[in-house]
């Protein structure tokens, strides 16, 4: 998988989960298949960060409780779990639906929006956006620092591949900032 061309990916036992509820199962799978360990991919702006299972838990301050005096926050769905952030802003698994949510921190709510059907389709987009990125190099922007239009397009075309709709990709590829 392309997501090893940017960290460390092992498998990671169950055990290594530190939350105070079980650990949800299609996120047991995903450290049991994928394994990010503390993997950072670059993104256009701020790079994409996925903790350990072992630093998962505490991925959750600033989230689900306040970092400083540890006080739940109370608009925190007690169904969500960060699984992923892109300079704060958190990636949500939402453990009711299945589905990964996004939002950005600091509107004092948090309502975050669907963005990912399920977490290997998160990981999948991640490591393409991060390749794409590697592969163009300085060339990856114009004078302008806007996006080169042949490598959004090779993103869209990669990410096409992996959601098997064109539509849904440039949405993601949009809501990635790739305009």
């Given at each position: 998988?392309?997501?090893?061309?940017?960290?460390?990916?092992?498998?990671?036992?169950?055990?290594?989960?530190?939350?105070?509820?079980?650990?949800?199962?299609?996120?047991?799978?995903?450290?049991?298949?994928?394994?990010?360990?503390?993997?950072?991919?670059?993104?256009?702006?701020?790079?994409?960060s996925l903790p350990s299972l072992a630093k998962l838990w505490d991925f959750q301050a600033g989230y689900?409780?306040?970092?400083?005096?540890?006080?739940?926050?109370?608009d925190w769905n007690d169904d969500w779990v960060v699984?992923?952030?892109?300079?704060?802003?958190?990636?949500?698994?939402?453990?009711?639906?299945?589905?990964?949510?996004?939002?950005?921190?600091?509107?004092?709510?948090?309502?975050?929006?669907?963005?990912?059907?399920?977490?290997?389709?998160?990981?999948?987009?991640?490591?393409?956006?991060?390749?794409?990125?590697?592969?163009?190099?300085?060339?990856?922007?114009?004078?302008?620092?806007?996006?080169?239009?042949?490598?959004?397009?090779?993103?869209?075309?990669?990410?096409?591949?992996?959601?098997?709709?064109?539509?849904?990709?440039?949405?993601?590829?949009?809501?990635?900032?790739?305009?």
């Open positions: 998988m392309l997501l090893g061309e940017h960290g460390d990916v092992r498998s990671q036992p169950p055990s290594d989960w530190r939350g105070s509820f079980p650990l949800p199962p299609d996120i047991a799978d995903l450290y049991d298949r994928i394994g990010p360990v503390n993997v950072t991919i670059r993104g256009y702006g701020n790079s994409y689900r409780w306040n970092g400083l005096t540890g006080e739940p926050i109370d699984v992923a952030d892109q300079g704060g802003d958190p990636f949500i698994f939402d453990r009711a639906s299945c589905t990964v949510l996004f939002d950005h921190h600091g509107r004092g709510v948090w309502e975050p929006q669907y963005w990912f059907p399920d977490l290997p389709t998160m990981i999948a987009c991640f490591a393409v956006l991060g390749s794409v990125i590697r592969a163009a190099g300085k060339d990856f922007t114009d004078a302008e620092c806007s996006i080169r239009p042949e490598h959004r397009q090779r993103a869209i075309d990669r990410i096409t591949e992996i959601v098997g709709s064109c539509a849904e990709a440039q949405a993601i590829v949009e809501g990635a900032g790739w305009g």
